[in-house]
């Protein structure tokens, strides 16, 4: 078992980064983005509740059905998408390696 995953981030101005992440450390895609220094705000750190880390999956990657709290801050958001999702609800593991999200606007 690996304790790595690669995932691409698109940022705003459609700049494609190669990130690596480790499986190991209970992280997810905002925590991820934010270590890399993208524009990633993550408000309430985590906890869905401020849309500030909103992408859309851009990949076929199969994701966990979306929680009642993932789904009530999307229904707030702006610019939400049928493949929105919060980056700070998507665990890094093994079944997300190869994932390909694209950064909400701000």
Known sequence: MKNE?????????GVSHELVGPTDMNM??????RAYDLPVIGECGGMALCATCQCYLESETE???QSDAELDMLDQAFYVKPNSRLGCQIQLSESIEGIVLRLAPE
Do not use: S
């Open 5 to 13: 995953i690669k995932v691409t981030i698109i940022d705003r101005e």
């Open 28 to 33: 997810n895609i905002m925590e991820l983005c």
């Open 63 to 65: 994701l966990h059905e």
